[in-house]
């Protein structure tokens, strides 16, 4: 099932850069596998999704937990990972030394600006404070017209509800306006997820015409 929270582009997302063609997807997840098994089984299918669609990965770097299912999952199914991880995360997540690119930041700041510009679609699954953290901040840039990029959560048994029930709230509330809404694509169940992004990538090549943005160009202003 999927479910969406698109809008028209309010105002400051008028000159918002053009979606390149979808090559990578960058993961967002937790560095445990949670209580419910249906959260390892998501990350596992969805990295062999990542695969078989002939995309790469982009992570956290990690080799525990989520983070650690879904770059094997895409390694065991011929797709190419990148992992991005702190130096003073390396030995705490057991960073995967066998993905096809391992790059070491100084900081989570660094990190962060990587995973971004290596990646052009993000996707949130079941995880922690780090997992919510990441995935607000690429909402904030969309809903303020730095990036035109699908933001997918996967809603598996219903993790995100909370989460999302804040953001109907915030709408209520009128701190999320009818002209700065947030976008991004409500999907429950894993196996949807790469067919939504491309299906998201072919409406925005119907709507748009071509134009390359380097992300470097988007990071200078943050």
């Keep these: 099932m999927t479910q969406s929270n698109t809008t028209d ?3 400051l997302q008028h000159n918002v850069p053009p979606l390149q063609k979808i090559k990578t997807v960058c993961v967002y997840c937790g560095s445990g596998h949670g209580t419910d098994p249906a959260y390892k089984a998501a990350a596992v299918q969805l990295g062999s999704d990542i695969a078989q669609a002939g995309l790469g990965l982009v992570y956290g770097g990690g080799g ?15 797709g190419s990972v990148t992992g991005i991880i702190p130096q003073f995360l390396t030995e705490h997540e057991r960073m995967l030394k ?17 995973m971004f510009e290596r990646s052009d679609a993000f996707v949130a699954l079941p995880g922690g404070i780090g997992t919510l953290e ?16 699908p933001i997918v959560v996967v809603n598996i048994e ?14 209520e509330q009128a701190f999320i306006r009818e002209n700065l809404d947030v976008g991004y694509l409500v999907i429950n169940e894993a196996a949807a997820v790469i067919p939504a992004i491309l299906e998201f990538q072919q409406q925005a090549a119907r709507d748009t015409s071509p134009t390359d943005v380097a992300d470097s160009v988007i990071t200078e202003k943050f």
């Design 64 to 78: 525990l937990g989520l983070m650690g299912e879904v770059a094997q999952a895409t390694m065991k199914n011929g």
């Design 98 to 114: 066998d993905a096809d690119e391992v790059i070491v930041t100084k900081d989570m700041h660094e990190r962060k600006m990587l």
């Design 158 to 171: 219903g993790f995100w509800n909370p989460f999302l029930s804040l953001i109907s709230h915030m709408r």
């Design 9 to 11: 582009l309010h105002p």
């Design 134 to 149: 990441e995935l607000v901040e690429q909402l904030t840039w969309s809903q303020l017209g730095q990036h035109g990029k």
